[in-house]
């Protein structure tokens, strides 16, 4: 069973930035898909930013230029760098283990996803 904790959330004005992390309990960040999902509230949980199991990135349309998905060189600890940051950036965000692998690209977020972090808000205000 592997467990996912997540750190770094709090409050930013717009246009500032946070670091999210994500420890795991095994280095299985080094074969299998990961990723970061948020959901604010009233709405759906999506897809954010992904690691395929090659190493490639892929993001989400409105992201994409402001935040950074990377691993740590022991694949234990997952980070999103979130710069430029928005108020609709606003929400609880997820990281998210695939016990397998997959290509970087938007329907992976739709595979089954199987270890979840218990979440972190994460606030960006006007």
């Known amino acids: 069973q592997v467990q996912l904790a997540e750190s770094g959330g709090g409050s930013v004005q717009a246009g500032g930035s946070l670091k999210l992390s994500c420890v795991a309990s095994t280095s299985a960040f080094a074969t299998d898909c990961v990723a970061w999902f948020r959901q604010a509230p009233g709405k759906e949980r999506e897809g954010v930013a992904l690691?395929?199991?090659?190493?490639?990135?892929f993001y989400e349309d409105s992201v994409k230029g402001r935040f950074a998905i990377s691993k740590d060189s022991a694949k234990t600890t997952l980070y999103l760098q979130m710069n430029d940051m928005k108020p609709e950036d606003t929400a609880t965000y997820y990281c998210a283990e695939h016990r397998g692998s997959c290509a970087a690209i938007a329907p992976a977020f739709r595979l089954r996803w199987d270890y979840w972090g218990r979440g972190n808000q994460v606030t960006v205000s006007s």
């Open positions: 690691f395929g199991s090659r190493g490639e990135t």
